[in-house]
């Protein structure tokens, strides 16, 4: 497997709204409407966050993430980010591949900690890797997530500091 | 002291900005940059959100807050508030009365629970105020407020079921 990491560009954009569009129509794992329009969604993930990027594998765009502020002012040491692998690349590392890759850009954006501001507690997949990237769970909340199979479950806020 | 609490209008927002940038720029409280622009705190304070409060006392602008959802889609039935009373109106209960009320909003707006995501851990009267109306401290998100006078200190994620 040979995956480069890089800035998202514009004409990523098809490649990645096929990735993340399904997850986000799922209900199940990102707090996104699901009926989100493309063009919100562009948004969302390509023009609001401080960087994106983009996982290729033989120029296919094989995943992707983005690096947000968290807070502004006093808390804007802190940054957020979201990670999506293409249903058909999962269990390659990829995911992990984009955690350390992230953890890195953050560090020379000048972050100081990374937080995950709500990680479905039923994607086990999800804890259990950012757990082993060295993420604890600071936070439960109760039923903050309303699972499309599930119903009311409950989300985790997931930190690390990175100095 | 007879407070009312009505729906902020747009020749409030002087008397509202008079309340809160002295509060945003003291950076001990809140994760709004110290030096916002009045045009970015109206919009942060009065278009961002779904509702937007003042409290009047004798029809002067003592306090205010907002009510934000605080993630989309499976996350939108959490709602967010911020308050802030006028410092020369503090100690006569009016940032109870406003979080009283901004609970029987928030109801009414159809949301399920309410999360404040950072409570800074030194502001001991928020935090012994949040607990008195019913909020627990679920996460503690490490060194994530850097305070103007105390460098960086902990945030509370505090939470509340409202139904």
Redesign the interface.
């Known amino acids: 497997m040979s995956i480069v990491i890089q800035a998202a560009a514009e004409q990523d954009w098809p490649a990645i709204w096929q990735i993340i569009a399904p997850v986000?129509r799922s209900?199940?794992t990102?707090?996104?409407?699901?009926d989100?329009s493309e063009t919100a969604a562009h948004s969302a993930w390509l023009n609001t966050p401080v960087r994106t990027y983009v996982a290729k594998q033989s120029d296919a765009v094989v995943g992707t993430y983005y690096i947000k502020t968290n807070?502004?002012?006093?808390?804007?040491?802190?940054c957020n980010c979201g990670y999506i692998v293409d249903e058909n690349a999962r269990g390659q590392g990829i995911a992990s591949l984009m955690c350390e890759h992230s953890q890195q850009q953050a560090i020379e954006l000048g972050f100081?900690?990374m937080?995950y501001?709500?990680v479905v507690s039923t994607n086990d997949g999800a804890v259990r890797l950012w757990k082993k990237h060295g993420f604890e769970i600071?936070?439960?909340?109760?039923?903050?997530?309303?699972?499309?199979e599930l119903g009311?479950v409950d989300?985790y806020?997931m930190?690390k500091?990175l100095v």
């Open positions: 986000f209900g199940t990102y707090a996104f409407a699901t989100i807070q502004a002012g006093p808390g804007s040491h802190v100081r900690a937080q501001n709500l600071v936070g439960i909340l109760p039923a903050a997530f309303q699972h499309a009311f989300a806020v930190y500091q």
